[in-house]
């Protein structure tokens, strides 16, 4: 491969640190540099915007990976190529278990390959599964920063609106049924890039992990957000999670040092 | 989802409530139960049917019992199901297993992770997609007991695969070319070893809500030049580590009950 620009992410070797926070949300990538040190603006290119600063003077990186596995995979393998190692889901997400707030984060462990992308690297038989200083990091994060969470698997999926209207679909049977497997499983939340973050980290020898902001969906009633008095919506503020993921990052940066 | 509690005997297990402790064991070998109740105090020998042998005894004055599975998830997961019935909710595989990375030296422990569903049981439960994941405290704990105790380990993940002789003698499948291309597969996601239960323990723990791990001590590696040679092969590193960890699971356990 290329080794010079990568041609979806325009980045060279250099332009990212070796850790790397990954939103969806090109536009949320902004607010998440403002937690950096000395942020800057390094490229944007489709729905990949990336900003580089420091952290305990550590570089570190935020690159947005668009909605779904598909354009994930692609900022995943071109951000490998130009020397990441360490990646960190940060996004939001639907909670997917009644003891869930909005608000509580969810601490990735594993996700469900509700997706078609991790197949064309690897039989679905394998798990998405985080890695363990990745999750230890940001379990003490949400610790540090007083923020409840909960450790666990997510679904993701390929259709938003397959989970929040599935009644609508063709094949809205098979994604009830599918659902109600998952919930039983003990799925925290529902998203739509882990999986594929995980897959190619395993393949690759990186590690990676993830945190997601949850919203109480109305488990009762297909799985709309929860529209309850009790359910207080101003909880879900995409800054909680930003600071459960610096928090985790700067344990694992001191960690590495450490082991260096 | 709280299991149904039967008070009658288990149609397999043939054992009932207060017959084993929270945290058990889980050799393949029938064979090997009573092995490990020689590491707990004042064991006893409670059932045998089929290849389900039960010892119960105690560790740190807390049950805690081995049960033997049998080879494969099939008979894995009724004795996974009949000992959540009678009140088991802590599970620790042990048993041997193959490496399959180049750089990892029989003798050593694999801590798993999360496993491959390489089996046809887990299907009869949750959809493939769904990972097999081990309980992080489970895995933390036998990571501190290997490290306490000075044995070389490694934490990854499995494949649990439904075909022995599939893996030792692909070629002479029907199905060779699949077999070996997903063995490839395996080994490039960076799976560390081979055996035959985990994945049944881990998903069937993830939806009654139980705790699962595992430790599989590596016996030969096809993948290395040499795939005998390495570290003394010792089922006693391997026993006394997973002894270990259920013994930090037990205080830890005891600490978050009295605060």
């Not at chain 1, 640190?17 to 942020?39: M, N, Q, T, W």
């Not at chain 2, 063995?183 to 881990?202: L, Q």
């Amino acid at each position: 491969m290329e080794l010079n620009i990568q041609y979806h992410v325009q980045l060279r070797p250099g332009d990212v640190g070796r850790y790397v926070l990954l939103p969806g949300d090109p536009g949320r990538c902004k607010l998440i540099a403002s937690y950096f040190e000395d942020a800057k603006f390094i490229v944007q290119n489709r729905e990949y915007v990336t900003y580089t600063g420091t952290l305990l003077g550590e570089k570190v990186s935020v690159t947005s990976t668009g909605i779904g596995c598909p354009s994930t995979a692609i900022a995943v393998e071109e951000l490998c190529c130009v020397g990441a190692d360490t990646f960190i889901r940060v996004g939001t997400s639907g909670g997917m278990q009644p003891n869930i707030k909005t608000g509580d984060v969810a601490v990735l462990t594993g996700s469900i390959r509700d997706e078609g992308t991790t197949p064309h690297y690897m039989p679905v038989e394998f798990p998405a599964v985080a890695d363990l200083d990745v999750v230890l990091a940001l379990r003490e994060g949400a610790k540090n920063a007083g923020i409840p969470f909960h450790l666990g698997i997510s679904q993701s999926k390929d259709s938003f609106y397959g989970e929040v209207e599935p009644d609508r679909m063709p094949v809205d049977k098979r994604l009830h049924e599918r659902w109600k497997a998952w919930v039983a499983g003990g799925a925290i939340c529902s998203e739509m890039e882990a999986a594929s973050i995980f897959v190619l980290s395993s393949i690759y020898r990186k590690r990676a992990g993830g945190a997601m902001l949850m919203a109480k969906l109305d488990l009762g009633d297909g799985d709309h957000f929860d529209k309850d008095s009790g359910n207080n919506m101003e909880m879900f503020d995409i800054n909680r999670v930003i600071k459960v993921a610096i928090e985790g990052l700067k344990i694992l940066i001191v960690q590495d040092r450490k082991s260096r | 989802m709280p299991l149904k509690e039967f008070p009658e005997i288990m149609y397999h297990i043939h054992m009932k409530k207060g017959d084993v402790g929270r945290y058990v064991f889980l050799p393949g070998d029938p064979g090997r139960s009573e092995k490990i109740a020689q590491y707990f105090d004042d064991p006893h020998f409670v059932a045998s049917n089929r290849e389900y042998v039960t010892y119960t005894g105690t560790l740190l004055g807390e049950k805690v019992s081995v049960t033997s599975t049998g080879i494969g998830c099939p008979s894995t997961a009724i004795a996974v199901e009949e000992l959540c019935m009678i009140g088991a909710d802590t599970f620790i595989r042990v048993g041997t297993s193959g490496g399959m990375q180049p750089e990892i030296v029989p003798g050593e422990l694999a801590i798993i992770t999360a496993a491959i569903r390489d089996e046809g049981t887990t299907l009869h439960y949750m959809p493939p997609e769904f990972p097999a994941v081990a309980d992080v405290e489970v895995v933390l704990a036998l990571r501190e007991a290997a490290e306490k105790l000075g044995n070389p380990h490694r934490l990854g993940i499995s494949q649990s695969k439904d075909s022995f002789y599939g893996q030792h003698q692909p070629a002479r499948m029907p199905v060779s070319d699949r077999l070996q291309e997903r063995w490839k597969a395996w080994k490039m996601g960076g799976a560390i070893c081979s055996e035959m239960e985990a994945a049944s323990i881990f998903i069937l723990s993830s939806i009654y809500r139980k705790r699962a791990g595992g430790i599989m001590l590596i016996g030969a590696n096809q993948e290395s030049k040499d795939p005998n040679v390495g570290h003394a092969e010792s089922l006693d590193a391997l026993l006394a580590t997973a002894i270990a960890a259920v013994k930090i699971l037990i205080v830890k356990d005891r600490a978050a009950q009295a605060a």
